[in-house]
């Protein structure tokens, strides 16, 4: 498939799974693991 419509998803999803995660949380960021994983895909890109 084509890598950048690949990272379009991605970052949609991703999106979606922070904002999810968020409001899950009233806001604020608990799991250190999520962050780990959103702040490897950030820096790839």
Do not use: F
Not at 12 to 36: F, M, Y
């Amino acid at each position: 498939p084509d890598s950048t419509y690949l990272h379009a998803e991605m970052k949609e999803w991703l999106k979606k799974e922070v904002e999810n995660e968020l409001s899950l949380h009233n806001g604020i960021w608990r799991d250190p693991k999520t962050l780990a994983i959103y702040r490897c895909q950030k820096e790839k890109s």
